[in-house]
């Protein structure tokens, strides 16, 4: 099975920008749909964005849309999501997770059977 590795987060002040990247350290992105997830401590994992194999379908969470942007090169086997207008609220441990459902961006946790350890993000005044 495919594992993934998240990197790029860090600490970032309000307003500021954070680009994540999710590499394959064993198989290929290019066989899987591709969702970002996260999770603040005493809360349930909550979808972010999604894109599809190819990229040519994408969706986000209303809480990010139109300041994430969710990408993938498969040539170079990264996914990554672009944060900018950060706000306090976007702090928590970001997951990349892979589906082997290609046709579309899913939303949905429970068909994501592939994840990365995380990376935090922690954004402050």
């Known amino acids: 099975q495919v594992q993934l590795v998240e990197s790029g987060g860090g600490l970032v002040q309000v307003g500021g920008s954070l680009r994540l990247s999710c590499t394959a350290s064993?198989?290929?992105?290019?066989?899987?749909?591709m969702g970002w997830f996260r999770q603040a401590p005493g809360n349930e994992r909550e979808f972010i964005a999604a894109?599809?194999?190819?990229?040519?379908?994408?969706d986000y969470a209303d809480s990010v849309k139109g300041r994430f942007t969710i990408s993938r090169d498969n040539a170079e086997n990264t996914l990554y999501l672009q944060m900018n207008s950060l706000k306090s609220e976007d702090t928590a441990v970001y997951y990349c997770?892979?589906?082997?459902?290609?046709?579309?961006?899913?939303?949905?946790?429970?068909?994501?059977?592939?994840w990365g350890q995380g990376t935090q993000v922690s954004v402050s005044s």
């Open positions: 997770a892979a589906s082997t459902l290609w046709g579309g961006a899913f939303t949905q946790a429970t068909v994501y059977p592939h």
């Open positions: 064993q198989g290929t992105l290019s066989s899987y749909g």
């Open positions: 894109i599809s194999w190819n990229g040519g379908i994408r």
